[in-house]
């Protein structure tokens, strides 16, 4: 980071604190107020002058506006959103508008899962109903196939100070009693607002009208709605959403686009055992022999990733690269579903795509499949290891499952030393 990003991002920081800070009403005395500390100061005797009576009756005001204040805020809690300010993003120097939720004091709570109307056309990509029924926040996130747009919609407990950053200023309006604040630019829209202990927001990715944002504000149902993961009723054993993409070769962390991020479900790991098929570490799985054509040119090894509380797994298994005669690569990789200690995730990265990818069955397992621009991806899960292969050439979906379908899991190979055991350095 440059002296003068340093800079900038102190001014923002700095800037942001006192943003925090809760603005008090302004609240002014009535008339009937007034005349009512005249008619007192009339009572006074008449040393008091004109000058002096006006001081008392500044004097008395303030004081009225700060009890006031106390018991506005005592009594009501009343959340709003207040937009706070331009700032400058450090890393791209665009304009930043900020809404912060303002005059609520409590903590974070959680809180239920509301219905968002189904938007037309759309896919429903990651539906926040199946997570736990009462959570801090809730996702949900819509895919347009034919347009490409996407929209999200978060709710959350609201809490003091929860923001939203905008690249344009918003507008506000009152729509059956709460206020929205609402804008869109052609690439991007925005809605953002309270209802009873809950934010709401939308982002919406592509072309979309304001009065359309409004429709969809109107059409909330805040009635909890919420189910149970049955993985016998989902229709894969992955879960998807659309995020940013990051080069990982670039320090910048400058997004270069969309990508399809592909998960296991939490449940699935919580029904791994130890001695689960495929999560031994001493042993890797390759083809029964080399695919027609190629020739085995690259065995990499396996990568060690600590110590769990039952002992450490290695996150990838040996890597095999095939080629042949004419340059094509296929690679074989693999790596172990690792649970957390404390059961909060995993370490798998998630799998990455530029479109939706094809939901398939690789010999009675689960898999999903696509193809990108270079290549063409397969992955599938064999008990408790994730097995992929990639193509850098011209194969059909049906050939690339059969190949995958040879790879021999009753003779495994056992695994290379991953180089931290190697060097000495693992613990």
């Known amino acids: 980071m440059t002296r003068e990003e340093l800079r900038r991002a102190f001014r923002q920081a700095q800037q942001e604190e006192f943003s925090a800070i809760p603005e008090q009403p302004m609240l002014s005395p009535s008339s009937g107020l007034e005349k009512r500390i005249a008619r007192k100061l009339g009572l006074a005797p008449r040393r008091i002058s004109r000058r002096m009576r006006a001081v008392v009756l500044l004097l008395v005001a303030v004081l009225l506006v700060m009890g006031s204040c106390t018991v506005y805020q005592a009594v009501t809690n009343g959340a709003y959103i207040k937009f706070t300010g331009i700032y400058t993003d450090y890393q791209t120097d665009l304009p930043e508008y900020h809404y912060r939720v303002r005059g609520y004091y409590e903590e974070a709570s959680p809180v239920p899962h509301y219905q968002f109307p189904e938007p037309e056309g759309f896919i429903h990509l990651y539906d926040g109903s199946l997570e736990p029924e009462l959570s801090l926040e809730h996702f949900d996130q819509w895919y347009n ?8 919609f978060t709710q ?69 709605y919420s189910r149970e993961l049955d993985l016998n009723t989902v229709s894969s054993d992955y879960y998807c959403y659309l995020d940013d993409y990051y080069d990982p070769n670039q320090n910048d962390m400058v997004s270069i686009g969309k990508r399809f991020y592909y998960h296991l479900w939490d449940e699935i790991y919580d029904l791994m055992e130890e001695e689960e098929t495929g999560r031994q570490e001493n042993i890797d799985y390759n083809f029964a022999s080399p695919p027609e054509g190629f020739t085995l040119m690259k065995t ?52 990455t795509s530029s479109q939706p990818m094809e939901n398939v069955e690789v010999a009675d397992m689960e898999g999903l499949y696509s193809q990108e621009d270079r290549y063409s991806q397969l992955y599938w899960r064999y008990g408790g290891r994730l097995m992929w292969i990639y193509y850098y050439g011209d194969i059909s979906k049906e050939d690339l499952i059969a190949m995958a379908e040879t790879v021999d899991y009753e003779n495994g190979i056992p695994a290379l030393p991953a180089p931290e055991e190697e060097s000495g350095s693992a613990t």
């Not at 690249?167 to 929205?180: A, D, M, R, Y």
């Open 145 to 152: 196939p034919d347009t490409g747009d996407i929209l999200n």
């Open 156 to 224: 959350q407990g609201s809490y003091l100070s929860l923001l939203l950053e905008t690249p344009f200023e918003l507008k506000s309006i009152e729509q059956n009693g709460v206020t929205i604040f609402y804008g869109s630019s052609g690439e991007k829209g925005y809605a953002f607002w309270l209802n009873g202990g809950s934010a709401f927001t939308i982002e919406y990715w592509g072309n979309v009208s304001e009065d359309q944002l409004l429709e969809w504000v109107d059409g909330m149902k805040y009635t909890p």
């Open 300 to 351: 990499e090894n396996n990568e060690y990733i600590g110590k769990l509380e039952s002992g450490h797994f290695a996150s990838n298994g040996a890597t095999y690269t095939y080629e042949d005669a004419e340059g094509v690569q296929l690679i074989l990789d693999q790596g172990i579903l690792c649970p957390l200690p404390d059961q909060n995730g995993s370490f798998w990265y998630g799998i």
